[in-house]
T-cell receptor, first 112, second 117 residues
Framework: SQKIEQNSEALNIQEGKTATLTCNYT??????LQWYRQDPGRGPVFLLL?????KEKRKERLKVTFDTTLKQSLFHITASQPADSATYLC???????????FGKGTTLSVSS | NAGVTQTPKFQVLKTGQSMTLQCAQD?????MSWYRQDPGMGLRLIHY???????DQGEVPNGYNVSRSTTEDFPLRLLSAAPSQTSVYFC????????????????FGSGTQLSVL
């Protein structure tokens, strides 16, 4: 079955720096990979989707890369701010397209 | 639009009690699902539905029942609560999930925090 790993449970960085979060997957070749943000006490909120034929996708200060050879996606937040502090989850669908499988998440803390 | 609405927000049960977690969406989404989120375990899929009258099991279905009589509602039933079911439960919905190569994003509710003593 598909497996997703986010190899850092927590990441602490200083304001203004670039945060880089990693998502690795096995046993599957997804056509798309998604990233979500979750704040304490709230449900996850969709941020970005990247297709397998897209090397990179940007949205404001966010950048996502997708390397299907390495089976890895990197999520970057440039010029990070304390308001970026949250848990970030990567996710991909199973082969049947019936279930979105999530990584365990990386909790980002940005200090001023 | 309210989006995905979950009730109650908090609930405390005694072992063996039953209850229903409610989920409603007003976006006319075909797909609805229930996840539980536990520390160190991430989000795990309990049950899902690709349309009214159709439900299926996810990764951790034991101890939970679901039904989908309308497009809008997808209640989750705990028939006999156990301490292992202490968790935060999220309902999520989307359009047209259930085909290979799908890319639909999920819309989540705000969650129900359940404690079973």
């Amino acid at each position: 079955s598909q497996k997703i790993e986010q190899n850092s449970e927590a990441l602490n960085i200083q304001e203004g720096k670039t945060a880089t979060l990693t998502c690795n997957y096995t046993n599957y070749s997804p056509a798309y990979l998604q990233w979500y943000r979750q704040d304490p006490g709230r449900g996850p909120v969709f941020l970005l989707l990247i297709r397998e034929n897209e090397k990179e996708k940007r949205k404001e200060r966010l950048k996502v890369t997708f390397d299907t050879t390495l089976k890895q996606s990197l999520f970057h937040i440039t010029a990070s701010q304390p308001a970026d502090s949250a848990t970030y989850l990567c996710a991909l669908y199973n082969q049947a397209g019936t279930a979105l499988i999530f990584g365990k998440g990386t909790t980002l803390s940005v200090s001023s | 639009n309210a989006g995905v609405t979950q009730t109650p927000k908090f609930q405390v049960l005694k072992t063996g009690q039953s209850m229903t977690l409610q989920c409603a969406q007003d976006m006319n989404h075909e797909y609805m699902s229930w996840y539980r989120q536990d520390p160190g375990m991430g989000l795990r899929l309990i049950h899902y539905s690709v349309g009214a009258g159709i439900t299926d099991q996810g990764e951790v279905p034991n101890g939970y029942n679901v039904s989908r009589s309308t497009t809008e509602d997808f209640p989750l039933r705990l028939l006999s609560a156990a301490p292992s079911q202490t968790s935060v439960y999220f309902c999520a919905s989307s359009t047209r999930v259930g085909r290979r190569g799908t890319n639909e994003k999920l819309f989540f509710g705000s969650g129900t925090q359940l404690s079973v003593l």
